[in-house]
């Protein structure tokens, strides 16, 4: 299929899927006239990176994860478990952090407010 296709499929537009092809995240083959032709298995793994993305992960990450989601079971061999593991701590620190801004925000707009109301 065509990138414009793909991109009807996947609902990604055809300037993230060229930029999915440069970091390695999806690939293609050339037709004799120079068009990109996927494979109709890149739907499913265009729709695998959005859910990614959407989950906060970056294009680097998703790289080294994408091996090992194709991978069999059997074949795994945990990198994919500890990725994960990090992503989730990364983002329960990232969630601490902002919630530490809010608490302050918060007291300080309190104080704003009384100050105001005296």
Same mark, same amino acid.
């Given at each position: 299929? =065509? @990138? +414009?296709? #793909?991109? &009807?499929?996947? +609902?990604?537009?055809?300037?993230? #899927?060229?930029?999915?092809?440069? &970091?390695?995240?999806?690939?293609? !083959? =050339? !037709? $004799? ?9 890149? %739907?499913? =793994?265009?729709?695998?990176? &959005?859910?990614? #993305? ?5 294009? /680097? !990450? @998703?790289?080294?994860? *994408? $091996?090992?989601?194709?991978? $069999?079971?059997?074949?795994? /061999?945990? %990198?994919?478990?500890? #990725?994960?593991? &990090?992503? %989730?701590?990364? *983002?329960?620190?990232?969630? =601490? ?19 105001? /109301? !005296?």
């Amino acid at each position: 299929m =065509r @990138i +414009g296709e #793909l991109a &009807q499929a996947t +609902g990604v537009s055809a300037r993230s #899927l060229r930029y999915y092809e440069e &970091q390695g995240l999806i690939r293609s !083959t =050339r !037709t $004799p006239g120079g068009w990109r032709d996927f494979d109709a298995a890149m %739907v499913e =793994r265009v729709v695998m990176i &959005q859910h990614l #993305l959407a989950a906060g992960l970056c294009s /680097t !990450t @998703i790289g080294e994860l *994408l $091996p090992c989601l194709e991978a $069999p079971p059997e074949e795994r /061999t945990g %990198v994919m478990e500890m #990725l994960l593991a &990090q992503e %989730v701590q990364r *983002l329960e620190a990232a969630r =601490r952090d902002i919630d530490r801004e809010l608490e302050v925000l918060q007291a300080l707009r309190q104080d704003v407010s009384q100050s105001s /109301t !005296t």
